[in-house]
Structure formats: C-alpha cells, structure tokens
C-alpha cells in the first residue's frame, strides 16, 4: 500500500510555469506506474499524464503536449509534473495516482486503472 501526498501547486499567471511533486507518505513509489490527474469544478477528473515504472515511457492529453512533462526520480522516490505555459483552461485541482503495472514499462490513461490517489493540489492561473 502506498499514501500519496501532492505539492507544488498555487497561483500562476498566464504563461506561467508550476512543478509539481508526489511523494509517499506511507510506502514506495517503487514498482508503479503514476499518472497525474485533473479536475476542474463541475467537471470530470481527467487524464493529464501517465509514466512506466521502468524506461520512463510517458503519454500525455492532447492539450499539454509539449507544455507539460511528467518526469520521476526512482532514486528520490517521487514524480514530478513540470508545467509550463499555463493557461487558464489548466485550472483544477491535480491528482497524482499509482498503479502497480503488468508489466515495466507499462503505462495507465484511465482513471479506474489506478489503485492509490491523493489528495490533491491546487492550480490556478490567472489570465
């Protein structure tokens, strides 16, 4: 069992950049496959970005590509979401979620793939 705990979130104006961080509280990253997760008020919790246990291998939605990275550092036991050019449609609350994979470079797009979640953190951006 893992415990998940976001940070980094916050306020950024339009063409900002925020990271954000995901570390256990109880656990180890080690062996899942994460993802990040938005949702906005009102809205369905949707699929940001995911990445393997192993090789790195990553996918993103259509409208981060090439403004959001999802990264991890295994050594350092978390995952990362850089996010840069920000707009105000990337306003939500971000969830980083964990899945131990059927494989090592397997990856997850769908929110009930996942196992563990947290809490969440906080994004707004200001136009």
């Known amino acids: 069992q893992v415990q998940l705990v976001e940070s980094g979130g916050g306020l950024a104006q339009a063409g900002g950049s925020l990271r954000l961080s995901c570390a256990p509280s109880?656990?180890?990253?080690?062996?899942?496959?994460m993802g990040w997760f938005r949702q906005a008020p009102g809205l369905e919790r949707d699929f940001v970005a995911a990445?393997?246990?192993?090789?790195?291998?990553?996918d993103y939605r259509e409208s981060v590509k090439g403004r959001f990275t999802i990264s991890r550092d295994n050594a350092k036991d978390t995952v990362y979401l850089q996010m840069n050019f920000l707009t105000p449609e990337d306003t939500a609350v971000y969830y980083c979620?964990?899945?131990?994979?059927?494989?090592?470079?397997?990856?997850?797009?769908?929110?009930?793939?996942?196992?563990?979640w947290g809490r969440g953190t906080q994004v707004t951006v200001s136009s």
């Open positions: 979620a964990a899945v131990r994979p059927v494989c090592a470079t397997c990856y997850y797009t769908g929110r009930y793939e996942y196992t563990y």
């Open positions: 109880e656990g180890t990253l080690s062996g899942y496959a």
């Open positions: 990445i393997s246990w192993s090789d790195y291998v990553t």
